[in-house]
């Protein structure tokens, strides 16, 4: 059974920075794309970052030169840090398997002072 849990999430500051951290169980993620995805109140989920299996990135320009995204395949985890946070990013943070089901269950990031 393969499984996606996320942790990291929390209430920030503006300006401020948090690491999401995304372990997967049941399935290899070397062989795989991972990627992170965001859902605002009322707004689709959509794509923030994704990291191919040769360590390549891509992020959406929205958060490019704030957000990085990472991976330890050792771990079978990968992560995300976010720095200069400011309350548009205020949403709920999902990892996912490019191309696959399997989604995370969400964890909430909330920017406020």
């Known amino acids: 059974q393969v499984q996606l849990v996320e942790s990291g999430g929390g209430l920030v500051e503006p300006g401020g920075s948090l690491r999401l951290s995304c372990t997967v169980s049941g399935m290899i993620i070397a062989r795989y794309t991972m990627g992170w995805y965001r859902q605002a109140p009322g707004n689709q989920r959509v794509s923030v970052a994704e990291?191919?299996?040769?360590?390549?990135?891509h992020v959406v320009n929205y958060v490019k030169g704030r957000f990085i995204i990472s991976r330890d395949n050792s771990k079978n985890a990968f992560y995300l840090q976010m720095n200069n946070l400011n309350p548009e990013d205020t949403a709920v943070y999902y990892c996912h398997i490019v191309g696959s089901d399997f989604w995370g269950q969400g964890t909430q990031v909330t920017v406020s002072s």
């Open positions: 990291i191919y299996r040769g360590g390549t990135t």
